[in-house]
């Protein structure tokens, strides 16, 4: 910032072209029956699981790819799974 104004300061025009704001696309959020049709399609357990996983916790693919066992243990200890 303190670039452009030592420019004109010393009475140099700087001309930017604009930046186009790009619009951010709309979210879709798909019904339960929509879930589980994307489910049985999925091809693999794992795939599957990832899909249900999703649509269970809230959660986008980022945090449930980041997410470790740390992050949920102890609340796999309470219920007893563990």
Known sequence: MSEIFFLKANGISLE??????????EE?????EQVYAMADYAGS???RAI???MYQ???G???LRNLNYRHVKEQLEKTGFL
């Open 16 to 25: 930017l072209d604009s930046i186009p704001r790009v619009t951010k696309k």
């Open 28 to 32: 879709f959020i798909p019904n339960k």
């Open 45 to 47: 357990p794992r795939n």
């Open 51 to 53: 899909i249900l996983c």
């Open 57 to 59: 916790s809230g959660l």
């Open 61 to 63: 693919i980022t945090a």
